[in-house]
């Protein structure tokens, strides 16, 4: 018999959406002897929604996977390149984007029609209430849950599935028009009470979709929850009618009441896929698929894509399996494995984007190109130089405005500086470009003192390109220092040596350096990074010092919470080192807040308990280390620059979140801070944080946006595409990076010298910057033996 595995006979899907349709057609393409049966509760032919988006690249996939349904699609599609966004009545208008859009209801009838040629038993009009007694009807080996959304099957495993549902903060509606928009076009509209957008685009010749959407309280405010459906679909036409050219708004959702059709998304995961089950004395599966297991918002048009192509990885195990001689355990195992890795990526995107779409107010300050290009790239998942590949120039308009705002009254030739590499001036300090080097601990300090090591890790990435250095962590007293090898500045003996560095690096590069200081509270007397990191020493440990006696963790030592005296002490303490670090020469000072440390341990709720002023509230919580601010500023010079470093989200229940790190941030900047570092968890042993390529970024931009101070984002930015994207969209103003400087010195360098820029100035007292940097350039590709050198008369 013709089948992938001996037990594998017949084949439920229970809904026939995009997911069971495809699945099983695939399955019935290769498997002509299977009973494949699709159930589905609507009736033929029929189904609700407007069009559906895919990019170029699913396309792809779907001509891989079935050519015959793949070119029925293909010949449905109507393909468009620009995305179009108006905004504050002006428009940007982008190319090179590449999307497909198809009519739902003209999706399924293609599959619908390709499952019957194959052989593919459709079922419609069943509503399915019991899977178990329709799984023993058709005597199921395999049975696909591709119920939807609301998935009854999801519901009924939940405790095997363990599905985590988050409902998103705004409202939207799944509107159509027969305006046929010529580009994937977001408008935005504001009201008294708050910003609408749509999201329209044309799926066939007569029909575009037009979705609103709108914060939840937004749409309170307006009373749309108490409207009539129809009158709903009045109060949008009216909001957008400029861009419907006198068409009328349609809803194909007339069997909801009132405001129903306006829901708020359901974003979806779930921590297993396969749930097995006793049905009629046989062990069958029962495996989610599509949207009843997960969900991407609609933001970036990938929910039907994920459904598809989940059809196709299992289709796909179930080819490979017979050479491999697996089981159906192992088959399901591979699919699992493997989408929930595609659909994480996915979401995690999505979840960016969602973000954007729920906080549109945060951007409205922005001009209309750095908004548009903050829309554009607000996943996360499209670059900077992925929109050069696109729109070349676009981008290059977009990066002339940049330099124009970063440099009033410059010229600006024909290749525009990339924004990494424009100027910031903070205070009397201007950097000239937009890189630093992260503070990293070094462990290599001798008593406090740095030494030739410093000079030189130091000194060879001031060199390499970099805009500002920072020294890591330097405590104020020798009980402050998280390790035995990390730096003080207590004493001249400490100052002389970064003297040192400083005059180094004033003298040998044009670029800035500050010091971080900060004390290490609860985290203090541990081993040095290489050994047990957080782990106590071994002998010889200090007494420590915290907000509240709580151990960072059960092996770590009790900390003593801080008296009044104690207080004041350290402050004093704090501000000696600052005078210390003026006298040194140092161009910046950074205040260590985050990470669990002691200042942090104050903010966290976590780690502070006191029931003193000190505690309780956010505001008291920060007193504290806003009293510590306050008075390094006072000594501080006028002129030069202060950041301070917070922890945005502890990744623990009960810890600060993002909102708490607005609040931080204000309270800072009323007290004279220039610059939030931007950082996350470490507060806690507990904390789960979410990794991923630029994944503290998100932190920054909000805090930049809301609070209305300049930022520094930190964390995974290895490129720079990353440092483009992020000080392009205005997501934060300086990148801090960290790994990728300890591999590379020169990173700046090499990666200005792989964007092959053409026109940049970094200042130096004797020598232009645009000389500087070509010599820099051809000197470090000679020594990668590079036979191609940058031509200083090119540059405009």
Request: overall charge negative.
């Amino acid at each position: 018999m013709n089948t992938p595995l001996p037990a594998l006979r017949r084949i439920l899907c229970i809904g026939g959406g995009p997911a069971g349709l495809y699945f099983g057609l695939l399955m019935e393409r290769r498997y002509p002897d299977l009973q494949v049966t699709v159930v589905e509760r609507n009736r033929p032919f029929d189904t609700f929604g407007w069009g559906v988006v895919f990019s170029d690249q699913t396309l792809q996939n779907l001509k891989r996977a079935d050519p015959e349904s793949a070119q029925q699609m293909a010949d449905a599609f109507n393909h468009w390149d620009d995305i179009e966004v108006f905004y504050k009545d002006r428009s940007v208008r982008s190319t090179g984007h590449g999307f497909i859009g198809i009519g739902r209801k003209r999706l399924l009838n293609i599959l619908q029609e390709r499952c019957l040629a194959l052989g593919v038993d459709l079922v419609f009009e069943t509503d399915v209430t019991d899977d178990q007694a329709l799984a023993q009807q058709y005597n199921a080996d395999l049975v696909i849950a591709s119920d939807g959304l609301n998935s009854r099957i999801r519901t009924r495993y939940e405790t095997t599935y363990q599905p985590d549902i988050d409902t998103r903060k705004c409202r939207f509606v799944w509107l159509g028009t027969q305006k046929t928009f010529d580009a994937f076009t977001f408008a935005f509209e504001q009201t008294e009470h708050g910003w609408f957008q749509a999201h329209a685009y044309k799926f066939d010749d007569q029909t575009s979709t037009f979705i609103v959407e709108t914060p939840e309280d937004v749409w309170q405010a307006h009373g749309l929850e108490h409207m009539s459906q129809e009158e709903g679909v009045a109060f949008c036409e009216k909001l957008f009618a400029k861009y419907l050219d006198g068409n009328a708004l349609i809803s194909n959702a007339k069997h909801l009441r009132g405001s129903a059709n306006w829901i708020r998304f359901p974003r979806v995961i779930c921590q297993t896929w396969v749930h097995w089950q006793d049905v009629a004395g046989k062990q069958t599966p029962i495996v989610l698929m599509g949207d009843a297991a997960h969900t991407a918002h609609f933001s970036i048009g990938s929910g039907t894509k994920l459904a598809l192509e989940d059809a196709i990885d299992l289709a796909y195990e179930f080819r490979d399996a017979a050479g491999r001689s697996e089981s159906m355990e192992e088959v399901l195992k591979g699919y699992e494995a493997r989408r929930s890795v595609e659909v994480l990526k996915i979401q995690n995107a999505a979840r960016n984007s969602t973000e954007w779409f729920e906080n549109v107010d945060r951007y409205t300050g922005m001009d209309i190109q750095q908004f548009a290009y903050s829309l554009l790239t607000r996943s996360q998942r499209i670059s900077h130089e992925n929109l050069r590949l696109r729109d070349p120039q676009w981008l290059e308009g977009y990066e002339a405005w940049l330099e124009h705002q970063a440099r009033p009254g410059a010229t600006v030739g024909r290749h525009p500086t990339p924004p990494m590499l424009l100027p910031l001036t903070v205070r009397g300090l201007t950097l000239k470009n937009r890189i630093v080097v992260s503070p990293m601990a070094q462990y290599s300090a001798t008593d406090g003192v740095a030494g030739d090591y410093h000079l030189v890790h130091l000194g060879a990435r001031a060199m390499g390109g970099a805009a500002l250095v920072m020294v890591e962590m330097t405590s104020p007293t020798p009980e402050g220092r998280i390790t035995p090898g990390c730096p003080g500045l207590w004493n001249d003996e400490q100052q002389a040596a970064f003297a040192r560095i400083a005059d180094f690096v004033h003298t040998r590069s044009s670029a800035k350096i500050g010091l971080q200081l900060g004390h290490s509270g609860a985290k203090g007397s541990t081993q040095l990074g290489w050994e047990q990191i957080d782990e106590p020493l071994p002998a010889g440990n200090w007494p420590l010092l915290s907000a509240s006696a709580l151990p960072y963790g059960p092996q770590n030592q009790v900390p003593r919470a801080m008296t009044s005296a104690d207080m004041d002490a350290m402050t004093a303490a704090f501000v000696e080192s600052t005078r210390r670090a003026a006298a040194a020469g140092f161009d910046w000072l950074e205040l260590h807040c985050a990470h669990g440390y002691l200042l942090s341990a104050f903010i966290c709720p976590l780690t502070n308990e006191r029931t003193d002023d000190y505690g309780g509230s956010l505001d008291n919580r920060c007193r504290y280390p806003l009293e510590v601010f306050a008075a390094m500023r006072a000594v501080w010079p006028a002129d030069k620059p202060m950041s301070v470093r917070i922890s945005a989200h502890d990744w623990a229940p009960g810890g600060n979140t993002p909102d708490d790190a607005v609040a931080m941030a204000r309270l800072f900047k009323a007290a004279g801070c220039d610059v939030i570092d931007v950082s996350s968890g470490q507060t806690t042993r507990q904390a789960k944080p979410v990794y991923g390529r630029m994944y503290q970024t998100p932190f920054a931009d909000r805090v930049r946006n809301e609070a209305g101070i300049l930022t520094m984002a930190v964390g995974a930015i290895t490129e720079a595409d990353h440092a483009n994207s992020i000080i392009g969209a205005g997501r934060a103003d300086l990148c801090a990076v960290a790994r990728a400087h300890l591999a590379d010195p020169a990173w700046t360098l090499h990666e200005a010298a792989k964007l092959q820029t053409r026109a940049i100035e970094w200042p130096r007292p004797y020598e232009s910057g645009r000389d500087q940097l070509y010599r820099e350039v051809a000197r470090q590709q000679t020594l990668q033996g590079s036979v191609a050198t940058p031509d200083p008369a090119e540059a405009p």
